[in-house]
């Protein structure tokens, strides 16, 4: 599908399929499409071209409120002059076919039990915290029996501790349920700990879908792989199969690419420092109960992290030679090869 804003693609040809009780994650940058992506899914955006289909019903002038789909916005969204009990009900007290209030009833009171906010009916939103307004924002989006729950970064407003104990929270109920859902996310994290399967989104375009080990694994273009994972940027070129990094001080590296520029991305444990006089210096070593030690390099004006190569020993200011375990390597057409 595409939908454009002005000369703006914010969705640009954009081919996505969701297999149902899947869990997957829009990631990307700011600007990428992911929440435009999923205001489309939830029909609060048309699009300009493209078909939307939901459990197999095309989804074209059926307005948001019956597509059955239930949206967790970052801030909530909770009617702050309402009790909880009420911000739950509310979706159901609005259906065209509304239930009777002891049903409604009924189901507002199983919902906060499964939310695990029971005791909370009463109150107001601000007389609760963060994380429990995030599981009342939540009952709220289940209310409806949604077919289709969309995330949309659920998590920001939440401290670190909470939202890593949430979204773990939030992956059982998901399993537990069998819904289907879509997470929009910057957070690689957030991203990787909870989807089945991750769609990395570029300037309105899914360039790729896959587990975060496949993402991390088998890169399908020079932008996911600096963009997920932790990985150094690396400029190089490639003649006769061997990329140089030139004037960086890294040895060469083997790789079947044509000749010509290049960039290689290498992960933090596949640099690797071993002592000798060279351009290169430590500058902070941490050691590590188990496994090498990781330092960061100071090497020319870049600043990289490595590992100790196996029985080598450093001290800040010592010179080493660093060599890489392993790259992905792409050429300036977006050729990939693994190197070494």
Not at 73 to 93: I, K
């Amino acid at each position: 599908m595409t939908r454009r804003f002005g000369n703006l693609a914010a969705l640009d040809d954009v081919s996505l399929s969701v297999a149902e009780g899947e869990f997957v994650a829009l990631l990307g940058p700011s600007g990428s499409g992911k929440t435009t992506l999923l205001r489309v899914l939830a029909g609060l955006e048309g699009t300009d071209a493209g078909t939307l289909r939901i459990a197999g019903r095309d989804m074209a002038g059926v307005p948001a409120r019956e597509r059955g789909v239930g949206v967790v916005f970052q801030h909530y969204a909770l009617f702050r002059h309402m009790t909880v009990f009420d911000n739950v009900a509310f979706g159901l007290r609005v259906r065209r076919q509304r239930p009777p209030a002891a049903e409604i009833a009924q189901r507002v009171r199983r919902l906060l039990e499964l939310v695990q906010v029971p005791e909370l009916e009463r109150r107001y939103p601000d007389q609760i915290s963060g994380g429990q307004r995030q599981r009342v924002a939540l009952a709220r989006a289940l209310a409806i029996e949604p077919r289709l729950l969309l995330l949309d970064e659920p998590f920001g407003a939440l401290d670190a501790l909470v939202r890593k104990e949430v979204r773990r929270w939030l992956r059982g109920l998901h399993d537990g349920l069998g819904i289907t859902s879509v997470l929009v996310t910057h957070d690689q994290e957030e991203a990787m700990e909870m989807a089945d399967r991750v769609a990395v989104m570029e300037r309105g375009r899914v360039v790729q879908v896959d587990t975060a080990a496949a993402l991390l694994r088998e890169p399908a273009t020079a932008f996911v792989a600096g963009f997920v994972g932790d990985a150094a940027r690396l400029p190089c070129a490639v003649r006769d199969g061997v990329v140089r990094f030139d004037p960086l001080p890294i040895a060469p590296i083997a790789a079947a690419l044509p000749d010509g520029l290049a960039t290689a991305f290498a992960r933090p444990g596949e640099m690797v420092a071993r002592r000798g006089a060279g351009e290169a210096q430590v500058r902070l070593v941490r050691d590590e109960v188990e496994g090498p030690a990781r330092l960061v390099v100071g090497a020319g004006a870049a600043v990289l992290d490595a590992v100790a190569a196996p029985g080598e020993h450093f001290a800040r200011g010592d010179s080493c030679l660093l060599s890489l375990s392993g790259a992905h390597v792409f050429s300036v057409d977006g050729t990939r090869a693994r190197a070494g």
